[in-house]
């Protein structure tokens, strides 16, 4: 039995949650995966898997071993390319997890330039939701970090910073108006995250210049009428563009209906909380190349600073 083989398999079933998924993605026979597997629960005398018609569940057994075996195949990821050519080492799948609205509005617009420059190397890019720490299993993950602390054992890399700024569909404002200072927000609807629900207030900080870093007070305002709460950045902002209510966006989220007149900024002396964008890897000896090279991307595509690039409309 070839384990390393079959170590593969099994994470590769886990990924994809099913059988037929990880043939599909390894270019194997349904029936292969599946002795395959059977080989190495047999080799290992313990099951991994316990099946049913409808899901696959790790035991408690194969959830360790899912994780040894994980970072062994990392292990001899690196150790291949260490020892490969520079043509082999820009060659392979990349994974990448990244926060969904950051995914949507930054990411994919600039990935045909990556992939342009870098065409052997395939992203697989997963978007489950925020993401405040790096992922061990992928190769970067993309940060999304607000008043929290970094934690954890990664090397990190800064983008870029994106500070909420409040909006207002055009037509909001026709038939509402405009807030002239914070406590006026109290008189208007609004689409607020959830926890600013809760605590019926929003914390807004007064900008230097349009820096995202150039805050120098804050004032806490009431919630006002709050006509949806969701967490969901794109919710907030398609209820934004049909003109429910003032909503707070990261300006990564909200430069481009900005510049296309979709949304007109609301008190722009003032953002709400500010996000740090960060690329972080596992602390590994060896990176792969392709690792670097995006990194490389991500690093020059967003800035590297504590500037926010998507304040700058023009």
């Not at 040894?68 to 043509?87: C, K, M, P, W």
């Not at 927000?185 to 019926?200: C, N």
Request: charged share 20%; net charge neutral; aromatic share 6%.
């Amino acid at each position: 039995m070839d384990q390393l083989r079959s170590m593969r398999v099994f994470s590769q079933v886990i990924s994809e949650g099913s059988f037929a998924g990880a043939a599909r993605v390894l270019d194997m026979a349904p029936a292969v995966v599946t002795r395959t597997l059977a080989e190495l629960e047999a080799h290992l005398g313990a099951r991994l898997l316990n099946r049913t018609t409808r899901k696959l569940a790790l035991t408690e057994t194969g959830a360790a071993y899912l994780e040894l075996a994980r970072n062994i195949l990392l292990d001899v990821e690196e150790a291949d390319a260490f020892a490969g050519s520079s043509t082999q080492l820009t060659k392979g799948c990349l994974r990448v997890v990244c926060p969904p609205a950051f995914a949507v509005h930054q990411l994919a617009p600039h990935l045909p330039r990556f992939r342009q420059s870098q065409p052997n190397i395939t992203l697989e890019l997963s978007a489950p939701g925020p993401v405040v720490t790096a992922d061990e299993h992928f190769d970067i993950s993309i940060l999304s970090i607000g008043e929290q602390v970094l934690e954890g054992d990664f090397v990190v890399r800064k983008l870029a910073k994106s500070a909420f700024i409040l909006c207002a569909a055009p037509s909001y404002i026709a038939r509402h108006g405009k807030p002239e200072q914070p406590t006026d927000l109290e008189q208007f609807e609004g689409v607020l995250p959830a926890v600013a629900a809760l605590r019926q207030g929003v914390t807004l900080y007064r900008q230097d210049g349009g820096s995202a870093n150039g805050g120098h007070s804050s004032l806490l305002v009431p919630a006002g009428k709050v006509a949806i709460t969701t967490n969901h950045i794109d919710m907030m902002l398609a209820s934004g563009l049909a003109g429910i209510g003032i909503i707070a966006l990261p300006s990564f989220v909200a430069q481009v209906p900005l510049r296309e007149g979709r949304l007109t900024r609301v008190l722009p002396e003032w953002c709400g909380v500010t996000l740090t964008l960060y690329a972080a890897v596992p602390s590994r000896k060896f990176m792969p190349a392709r690792t670097r090279l995006f990194l490389d991307f991500l690093v020059r595509t967003f800035g590297g600073t504590d500037d926010d690039p998507w304040l700058k409309l023009d």
